[in-house]
């Protein structure tokens, strides 16, 4: 089977940091080109982590190219620096990436790769949806012209993390959501009915850094401030693996159970805004839209990701 060829749309983020090691060390995929978006942080310092671990991981040759920093219709109030810290990276402060960001503009840059080369990029979103709203937009006809579409994002069947009903990707551009959610495309959703089931502790992560690469070490400093704050303000003991989910639906799909539905995003001024609505008895009529994960064989991808990303030797 020929690689993914793959634009990856990322708000870096210590779960989509450890979601880039994860692509590193994955044959399976071939990383095309990141863009970067706000969500865990301003746009701006998205661009800069994705610099930063782009060349940690050792993806240097990897362009980055910055987008939107606002969502469509509303301003920006997530709370990434809460979850993340204030550089996106746990308080690390790690140096900044000789390179810098190419110049055009994300969503410029998704419609012209996909146009140019019909029917062999994946794209990969594992932070808010604006720019590919804002690429939909530009050329709708990128829909026919993708060879798949996979988010990290959405609550179809299970309760929300950034409101009672909403996840936080989704949550944080419901108007954007709404459109990639419309458009006529191979869309699969991995969302918290499956991210919430794959859990990293600190034993696992110790075991994680056993490798001291320079991938596994950038892990290893990352990682405890994401840990505290879920045992600070979830009460949990472990870390849910978001962004790693999406990547590890590329690799290998069948760690994972999936249902055909047609999902709706709830849009506006709403108590609900962000929640994805999954029509699970056709009620509405309409042919089913997304491919929705609902299970996962998590002792499976964590057993993949400590064999790959652990077993690195960049």
């Not at 980055?64 to 709370?79: C, I, S, T, W, Y």
């Not at 690429?135 to 012209?145: D, G, T, V």
């Not at 959405?154 to 949550?171: R, Y």
């Amino acid at each position: 089977m020929e690689p993914h060829k793959l634009v990856l749309d990322t708000d870096p983020g210590v779960d989509d940091s450890m979601a880039i090691a994860l692509i590193a060390n994955s044959p399976e995929i071939t990383l095309h080109s990141v863009t970067t978006i706000f969500g865990n942080g301003p746009v701006s310092l998205s661009t800069e982590n994705a610099l930063r671990v782009l060349d940690i991981v050792g993806l240097s040759h990897v362009e980055v190219f910055e987008g939107a920093n606002k969502p469509l219709l509303r301003e920006f109030g997530g709370e990434g620096a809460r979850v993340h810290g204030s550089d996106g990276l746990g308080e690390t402060r790690m140096p900044p990436s000789p390179r810098s960001a190419e110049s055009d503009f994300a969503a410029i840059h998704i419609v012209n790769s996909i146009m140019a080369q019909p029917g062999e990029l994946t794209l990969a979103a594992i932070g808010p949806l604006t720019n590919l709203g804002l690429a939909l937009s530009i050329e709708p006809k990128i829909s026919e012209n993708v060879k798949e579409v996979v988010i990290m994002g959405g609550a179809v069947d299970v309760p929300g993390n950034a409101s009672p009903l909403a996840e936080a990707n989704i949550h944080n551009d419901p108007e954007a959501a709404s459109l990639v959610f419309g458009a006529d495309w191979p869309l699969t959703v991995v969302g918290l009915d499956v991210t919430t089931q794959v859990l990293m502790d600190a034993k696992y992560l110790a075991s994680l850094a056993k490798s001291q690469t320079p991938t596994t070490d950038m892990i290893a400093a990352i990682t405890p401030h994401y840990l505290d704050f879920h045992k600070k303000y979830r009460s949990e003991t472990t870390m849910p693996v978001h962004d790693s989910s999406a990547i590890a639906y590329l690799i290998d799909p069948d760690l994972f159970s999936t249902k055909k539905l047609y999902v709706d995003v709830i849009t506006g001024e709403h108590p609900c805004s962000g929640q994805t609505v999954a029509d699970w008895k056709n009620h509405w009529g309409k042919e089913a839209n997304t491919n929705v994960c609902l299970g996962v064989d998590a002792d499976k991808m964590l057993a993949m990701y400590i064999n790959r990303v652990g077993g690195s030797n960049k």
